[in-house]
């Protein structure tokens, strides 16, 4: 069994058996000691991370749950969880990044978005199919998104969006209408500037871009997904985040 299948299956069992069940016992089995942890408000290392699951397990939970969408891409000891989940009276939507090293969580990033009532596609933030396809073109899928990401989000080339979207794109960031026109507005007239990609991750037909920006003259963390077909990207989704000025710890959110 490939690497990635294994990964995936891992962080599958961590949502189900930690944060549906509370299981602090596989928790304390599958974090490894010298855990690093990148989001701002949990403290790193092992010790952050169990006593962050310890305040979940105190919650109250109710007693009809609802199923929350779920989408996992794994590319080698990267697992991407994108997910729509209720938080104080919240639909926020998140994106969970975690390196896995020698069967443990090594490393974990993320960036948690509020979705609005309404969007200006109509579609919901987080939706849409789940299914990875295409596995035999995973890479020439991220070298396609690195391209666009890099001509089109941060040098902003617009006339460049024929090459890399279909004209019929399914958005999902909420300020975007669909389709390529919509995309090519956003970019002539947002305050949103996507300035350094860290990280590429792919699997089949879907690709995320984890990288840096600014929106006006706050530094911000942005998670962009775009699913794949015959070349062209034609659904997008995104979570973006501020970077606090202090942070719990100096790892940064990138």
């Known amino acids: ?7 995936a299956q891992l962080i599958r069992e961590v949502y189900r058996r930690i944060f549906g069940q509370a299981d602090v016992e596989f928790a304390n ?10 989001n701002p408000m949990i403290k790193t290392g092992k010790a952050g991370v169990m006593e962050f699951i310890g305040y979940l397990t105190s919650m109250p939970r109710p007693a009809n749950p609802v199923k929350p969408f779920m ?6 000891p990267y697992v991407i969880v994108h997910s729509s989940m209720p938080w104080q009276n919240q639909q926020n939507a998140t994106v969970d990044l975690y ?3 020698d069967g443990k969580l090594a490393e974990h990033w993320d960036a948690v978005e509020i979705q609005p009532s309404s969007t200006a596609s109509g579609n919901l ?10 596995t035999g073109y995973t890479e020439e899928n991220k070298s396609i998104v690195r391209k666009f ?3 089109v989000f941060i040098s ?17 960031l909420p300020e975007v209408t669909n389709g390529q026109t919509g995309l ?18 792919g699997e089949g037909n879907f690709v995320v871009v984890q990288a840096e920006g600014k929106v006006k003259n706050d530094s911000y963390v942005f998670y962009d997904l775009f699913r794949l077909s015959k070349e062209k990207i034609v659904e997008q989704w995104g979570v973006k985040q501020a970077i606090p000025a202090t942070m719990a710890h100096s790892n940064g959110m990138l």
């Open 99 to 101: 390196r896995i090293q």
């Open 29 to 38: 089995e599958v974090i490894a000691e010298d855990y690093i942890q990148h």
């Open 184 to 201: 090519q507005e956003y970019i002539s007239t947002t305050t949103v500037v996507r300035t350094r990609i860290h990280r590429i991750i």
């Open 149 to 151: 990401y890099e001509d």
């Open 71 to 76: 989408r996992f891409i794994a590319d080698g």
């Open 156 to 172: 902003q080339h617009r006339t460049s969006l024929d090459k890399y979207v279909d004209p019929a794109l399914i958005q999902h």
């Open 1 to 7: 069994m490939s690497e990635h299948i294994n990964n």
């Open 125 to 134: 933030m987080v939706e849409g199919p789940v299914e990875i396809e295409d």
